[in-house]
Every structure is written in C-alpha cells, then in structure tokens.
Nanobody
C-alpha cells in the first residue's frame, strides 16, 4: 500500500504562489506516475500535472491552470516527496488539490488508472 499525504494548502492572495507537497509512505513512488488533481466546488475533478517518478517526464493538460507555465510539478527521490508549484493564483484556482499515484501517464491524464489517492489539501485564493 502506498499512503499519500498532501500539505501546503491554505489561503493565498490572488497573484501569489503556493507549493504543495505530497509525501509518500509505505512504498516508494519509483514504479508509479505521480499526479496532482483538483476539484473545485460544484465542478468535476481535473488533472493539473503528472510526473513519471522514474525518468522525470512531465505532462500538463491544456487548461487554464497550466497556461503560461503557471504550474510546475517536480519530485525529490531522497524523501519520496512530490511537489506542485502554482503561480499567479486566481480565485478560480480555489479547489481541493489531491495527490495521486498510478501506472501510466496515458491513463492518468484521462482521470483513469489511479491506484492511490491522498485526502487532499484545500487551496483558497482571495481576490
């Protein structure tokens, strides 16, 4: 079993930045793709970014949260932790951000093939 714990959410002013963390325990991320998803109130879950733990390849959707490089996903092998940096935050970025682990980028980007979820961390943006 892989346990995922997100942290780093909170209230930020519009235009600010946040760095979210996803700490894995139980086993390593090494055979997984790690991803960040978010769900805003009343909206469907959408994926924000994916990273292959083994080779570091990344995938971002063609969406507002990834536009102009606003989001950056990274990982740190030494402490088995992944990160999501989101810049130029807007009120519409308010959502619960979830960390997830799955097997392939191709399935996870379709919101499928996800084996593990964290409980999420709330990001709120004041205007």
């Amino acid at each position: 079993q892989l346990q995922l714990v997100e942290s780093g959410g909170g209230l930020v002013q519009a235009g600010g930045s946040l760095r979210l963390s996803c700490a894995a325990s139980g086993r390593t991320f090494s055979n997984y793709v790690m991803g960040w998803f978010r769900q805003a109130p009343g909206k469907e879950r959408e994926f924000v970014a994916l990273i292959s733990w083994s080779d570091g390849s990344t995938y971002y959707p063609d969406s507002a949260v990834s536009a102009k490089g606003r989001s950056n996903i990274s990982r740190e092998h030494a402490n088995n932790t992944g990160y999501l940096q989101v810049n130029s935050l807007k009120p519409e970025d308010k959502a619960v951000y979830y960390c997830a682990a799955g097997r392939t980028i191709s399935t996870m980007r379709r919101n499928d093939g996800i084996d593990y979820w964290g409980k999420g961390t709330l990001v709120s943006v004041s205007s």
